[in-house]
């Protein structure tokens, strides 16, 4: 069973960065692939990035390409998203998420793939 904790949430101005931080415990944490995925009042979850076990392919939402960065150190069992330019539509719950079927190399943007999830961090962007 894994176990995820995120952070990093808080409330900024539009063009300002956040970095969120995911920490996993229990299991094997290099054998899951990871993601963001963010829910905001009212709309369907949607997928923001995610990684691969080893950290080598990477893979974003069309809303957050260019200005999001998914990372991993497995040493340290955490998993990030740097967000730059930050706007108002990006305001939502972010949620991090772990695939333990996930092969080498994939990183699903299904959240149907995704067994264990955290209790999400609010991040709340003023324009």
């Known amino acids: 069973q894994v176990q995820l904790v995120e952070s990093g949430g808080g409330l900024v101005q539009t063009g300002e960065s956040l970095r969120l931080s995911c920490v996993a415990s229990?299991?094997?944490?290099?054998?899951?692939?990871m993601a963001w995925f963010r829910q905001a009042p009212g709309k369907q979850r949607e997928f923001v990035g995610a990684?691969?076990?080893?950290?080598?392919?990477?893979s974003y939402g069309d809303s957050v390409q260019n200005r999001f960065t998914i990372s991993r150190i497995n040493d340290k069992r955490t998993v990030y998203l740097q967000m730059n330019r930050l706007k108002p539509e990006d305001t939502a719950a972010y949620y991090c998420?772990?695939?333990?079927?996930?092969?080498?190399?994939?990183?699903?943007?299904?959240?149907?793939?995704?067994?264990?999830w955290g209790q999400g961090t609010q991040v709340t962007v003023s324009s």
């Open positions: 998420a772990a695939d333990d079927n996930a092969v080498a190399g994939e990183a699903s943007r299904r959240h149907e793939e995704y067994e264990f």
């Open positions: 229990g299991g094997t944490f290099g054998y899951y692939a």
């Open positions: 990684i691969s076990r080893g950290g080598t392919v990477r």
